[in-house]
């Protein structure tokens, strides 16, 4: 919204949401979350035509487009618990829009929502209309965490979707107008309101999918003596691969590819093809046997037992350049190495400590061998091992040699994102592991 507001100076933005402490947020100086670039352009437009507020029934009554932009969790309870998208508040949302509408609105679904959600959205509408016309389209976001800004300004492409009907294209149009102001027009897609969800599912299963792919080559590299990094260098020269998303890891984290995934296979088996539905969750699979391959590594490298041994852990995140830790491949680290009674010491750069807690031992729950440090040498000091498990720029920075003289000998590092000089920490003592080499 904040990027609309910026490019488009003539639409006047309002972000409503119930939850006051995070209007607050956004009013304030403080961002509620982190990504590179976003305060500058929120300072720039807000005021002007960005505008944040609690009051959702006047926002929805002034607005000719509503966007769509609630949490769609997994569901944790009842049918498809652990697969569905919970979809409660994008129904109670439709309904708000339906009981304060007072004249014929677009509304954008712009929450990654299994297929057909619009269909819903449609029918409650329509069930509550009181005479007014409403249109529902689907335009969901491709953006990335961390480089949002970049993303946003010049997408590869804005997909969205609409009813081909003469009020679903008259919909269509509106919006491809919005972004018309700052994107090339042939960059814009339309479709219809299935292929549009459907895209989004697929492109997230697609990328997950390369992810998961170069890392189950990762183990057969480190059993091997391939090197992972050449392998994926050596095939993404193909121009029908591509070099893009090849990078093995500890495992893929974040809302997005896990959830999406799930939401597709239980799609398919609700249709009734199980076997697609395999197909996608071994994607799934192979990341989550990742992030423990990670951690088994480090406690077989250690001589088979890691009680009582502090393990620095650098990097909470799930990327860099982010203080989200959703689906983070550090929780499952981190919780493998406590259950094998290590000390783990936790540094990230923004992740704050009371975050890395909940995530790892849940709410309100002790856990006296998890501690966070502030910095990466606080972490690494007394420490028999090192695991990065996020690519954060200031880790290939660090003074290893000063690390490795304060830790515990032989100094083991793990770097789960392959992103320091091995062969260099190799010479300066460690005993250096990476992913797939
Ligand atoms: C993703 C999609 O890229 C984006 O289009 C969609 O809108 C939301 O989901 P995001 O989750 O923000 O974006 O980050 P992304 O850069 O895709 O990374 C996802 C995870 O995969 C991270 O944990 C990242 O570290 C990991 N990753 C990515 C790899 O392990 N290897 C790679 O080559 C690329």
Aim: proline share 4%.
């Amino acid at each position: 919204m904040a990027m609309i507001a910026l490019k488009a100076p003539g639409i006047q933005v309002t972000v409503v949401d119930l939850n006051a402490a995070r209007i607050a947020a956004w009013n304030s100086g403080d961002l509620p979350i982190y990504e590179p670039g976003l305060d500058e352009v929120v300072r720039q437009v807000r005021g002007r035509n960005l505008h944040f507020s609690t009051a959702v029934a006047e926002g929805i009554r002034d607005a000719d487009i509503i966007f769509v932009s609630v949490n769609t969790p997994t569901k944790t309870y009842g049918v498809g618990a652990g697969r569905a998208a919970d979809l409660r508040y994008i129904e109670s949302v439709a309904r708000s829009i339906a009981e304060h509408a007072n004249g014929p609105k677009i509304i954008v679904e712009k929450s990654t929502i299994p297929v057909k959600t619009a269909e819903t959205i449609k029918d409650i509408l329509a069930a509550n209309s009181r005479g007014h016309t409403f249109q529902v389209l689907s335009n969901p976001e491709f953006l990335a965490e961390g480089t949002a800004i970049a993303d946003l300004t010049a997408p590869d492409r804005v997909l969205i979707g609409g009813e081909r009907t003469p009020g679903g294209e008259a919909a269509i149009q509106t919006l491809v107008d919005v972004y018309a102001n700052w994107v090339p027009r042939e960059r814009i897609i339309t479709t219809n309101l299935w292929s549009s969800e459907m895209a989004k599912l697929v492109a997230n299963a697609f990328l997950a999918q390369r992810i998961s792919s170069i890392n189950s080559i990762s183990a057969l590299c480190e059993a091997t003596g391939a090197d992972v990094d050449e392998v994926a260098h050596a095939i993404g020269r193909d121009s029908r691969i591509g070099p893009k998303f090849l990078k093995a890891s500890v495992g893929f984290g974040g809302s997005c590819f896990q959830k999406d995934i799930l939401n597709l296979a239980y799609l398919c088996e609700h249709f009734g093809l199980p076997e697609v539905a395999a197909y996608w969750e071994s994607v799934v699979r192979m990341n989550d046997w990742q992030k423990h391959r990670f951690s088994r590594r480090i406690v077989s490298s250690l001589y088979n037992t890691v009680a009582e041994k502090r393990i620095a852990v650098l990097g909470f995140a799930f990327k860099k350049d982010t203080n989200d830790t959703r689906e983070s491949p550090a929780i499952a680290v981190c919780r493998d190495l406590l259950a094998e009674q290590a000390r783990v010491v936790v540094y990230d750069p923004k992740v704050p400590a009371h975050e890395i807690h909940e995530e790892v031992v849940g709410k309100g729950k002790q856990e006296p061998r998890l501690t966070v440090a502030s910095s990466a040498y606080e972490a690494a000091a007394g420490a028999h091992a090192i695991a990065v498990v996020t690519e954060w720029d200031e880790f290939k920075t660090l003074d290893f040699a000063r690390i490795q003289a304060e830790m515990k000998h032989p100094a083991f590092l793990f770097d789960g994102r392959n992103i320091l000089d091995l062969p260099r920490l190799r010479t300066l003592g460690f005993r250096a592991h990476g992913i797939g080499k």
